[in-house]
């Protein structure tokens, strides 16, 4: 294994990551189209490469796309809602509100809901900066056909998006506020930090409990939160859990911990009146391996 194929790999493997991250919505499956793009990097002929990160980043993309076909069928036969895999992120990121949005987990179900090459798209652009042409070369499509894809992808994403979000500091006081009003117990004090028309996900993949449909109304949403609150969950009683604050794909967030490491994660989307708007739980096992590891996003 030559240091021309090694170097320029590891220099560019947290881009590689970020990209893959974006387009799958899982840690592990990122890391496993990393190690695909390494696999046909270091195997494949690099003589005319010209530009190393351009032709990883191509590489990298149409792997992803190949692996988001594969799983979409295993996706939507999943047991209850789907949710990304919680990341996380430095508390930087949460300041930088182009770059939060990016990787939120709010942002994430939205793109789930593109087509693969929608999403590559959208991605590359949005999120990345890559001009149409480039991206026309990394997918095998004309600049036109790309172009018309982003914009298909982007019209898409702006009806589905949040239409408010708090800045950084704003969202941690929200997310404090809410912490506080869930384990105060007091179900007044708890509507009162939720949006109307708030939406609950909870992810536990069959595996742990958790509502097998999304959840929409504050009422609804705050007496759901009301009636777990204070019971066992995933095998761990009450008095062995701990809460703590974080911050995960690209905002604050919380983790409950057991005493074998987190049990969930809670991430938030504010309305403009600081109000919560989404709450996305993930309880799935499966997915709560890179926050146990404390492995941190690229940016």
Do not use: C
């Given at each position: 294994m030559s240091d021309t194929s090694v170097g320029p790999f590891e220099e560019h493997r947290g881009l590689l990551f970020s990209v893959a991250y974006r387009m799958l919505g899982t840690a592990a499956d990122a890391e496993d189209a990393v190690q695909d793009a390494w696999l046909r990097w270091s195997s494949g002929d690099r003589s005319d490469v010209a530009d190393p990160r351009s032709y990883l980043v191509r590489?990298?993309?149409?792997?992803?796309?190949?692996?988001?076909?594969?799983?979409?069928?295993?996706?939507?036969?999943?047991?209850?809602?789907?949710?990304?895999?919680?990341?996380?992120?430095?508390?930087?990121?949460?300041?930088?509100?182009?770059?939060?949005?990016?990787?939120?987990?709010?942002?994430?179900?939205?793109?789930?809901?593109?087509?693969?090459?929608?999403?590559?798209?959208?991605?590359?652009?949005?999120?990345?900066?890559?001009?149409?042409?480039?991206?026309?070369?990394?997918?095998?499509?004309?600049?036109?056909?790309?172009?018309?894809?982003?914009?298909?992808?982007?019209?898409?994403?702006e009806a589905r998006r949040p239409r408010f979000e708090a800045a950084g500091r704003e969202r941690r006081a929200a997310t404090e506020r809410f912490f506080d009003a869930i384990t105060g117990g007091d179900i007044n004090r708890l509507m009162e930090v939720l949006a109307p028309d708030v939406t609950l996900w909870t992810d536990g993949g069959g595996k742990v409990r958790a509502a097998l449909r999304t959840i929409h109304g504050a009422e609804k949403v705050g007496r759901w939160l009301s009636a777990v609150t204070g019971l066992s969950y995933a095998g761990v009683e009450v008095k062995d859990m701990r809460v703590r604050h974080a911050h995960i794909n690209g905002g604050p967030a919380l983790i409950v911990d057991g005493p074998d490491g987190p049990i969930t994660t809670l991430t938030l989307t504010m309305d403009g009146a600081g109000r919560v708007q989404e709450i996305h739980l993930v309880a799935n096992p499966d997915k709560l391996q890179s926050v146990a590891e404390g492995r941190e996003l690229p940016m």
């Open positions: 590489i990298t993309t149409n792997v992803a796309l190949d692996r988001l076909r594969s799983v979409r069928a295993q996706r939507e036969a999943y047991v209850g809602p789907w949710l990304p895999e919680p990341i996380l992120t430095s508390p930087d990121v949460a300041e930088d509100v182009e770059l939060s949005e990016s990787v939120s987990m709010a942002m994430l179900v939205v793109l789930e809901t593109l087509s693969p090459l929608e999403r590559a798209v959208f991605v590359l652009k949005e999120a990345f900066g890559y001009p149409y042409a480039e991206i026309g070369r990394a997918l095998d499509r004309s600049e036109a056909a790309v172009r018309q894809l982003g914009t298909r992808a982007r019209r898409h994403v």
